[in-house]
């Protein structure tokens, strides 16, 4: 089910390319129409008696971290750039995750994991490129922004991996973030929403790149352990950038080149079979069915 995850990432690669298609839009606007729609598409389609059984309270705090993440991402890159405030947020998530992952579970990642994600890492900010003012109150916005998906994921995966269907728990979870983002998108503006391209753009990325997105991440989450699946995410990036090649028409200095090689290189490393210890069989019980 790695390939679920993958799939998940890629339609978050598009997301950027697709939010280009609008112009002169809030950013924080649109990632709220996003949300909204997205949330509301999951919760409809799982269907409320499906979500009855499910463990409210964890999950609705997951809901309220869904959203802030949101939030603390754009504040960190209005504050230290783009190119840092991404780096530092989609890049500290995964050692976040395995760090929860390890305090919560007592699964320790494996020496692989760790040397993989390291590598993603820096291929990651290699690829993103520097830029922008690095500030304190930016960075720190990121690595909350980080710890939240963190939270997030890891509290999806140990709620799948007691049993509970994955679909419902996407549902239960990004359907509160719709309800808790609605203000957000009321605050920054609707009119947007008027014209039909930006209905459009709104609707691709409510449904393409989070309802369906995460319905493919939580299928993944069923039998891949978390930390593994907050790596494999890291494929976003490269699938932007090559869109922007692609699509945009942009071109890719060596530097950015290599960056892309590496990511490319660490997600295979990843991805790749392991050697299950039996302490391992114990941890990855955290993103399976049963």
Known sequence: MKLAVIGAAVLWGTAGTAGLLVAGVDPVSMAAARLVIGGLVLAAVTGPARLLGLPRGPLAAAAVAVAAYQLCFFAAVSRTGVAVGTVVAIGSGPVFTGLLSWLLDRVRPSRRWAVATAAAIAGCAVLTGGGGEVRAD?????????????????????????????????????????????????????????????????????????????????????????????????????VATLLGVVVLGERLGPASVAGLLLLGASLVAVSLPERVSPAGRGGRAIGSSA
Do not use: K
């Not at 710890?147 to 799948?160: D, E, K, Q, S």
């Open 138 to 238: 930016g960075v720190l916005f990121a690595l909350l922004g980080g710890l939240l998906y963190a939270f997030y994921a890891v509290t999806a995966a140990r709620t799948i991996g007691a049993g509970a269907p994955s679909d419902a728990v996407m549902g239960l979870m990004f359907g509160g973030a719709a309800v808790v983002m609605v203000p957000v998108l009321l605050w920054t503006g609707t009119g947007w929403l008027a014209e039909p391209r930006g209905l459009l753009t709104a609707l691709y990325l409510g449904c393409a790149t989070t309802a369906l997105a995460y319905l493919l991440y939580g299928r993944g989450l069923r039998t891949t352990p978390v930390a593994t699946a907050a790596t494999l995410a890291l494929a976003e990036p490269a």
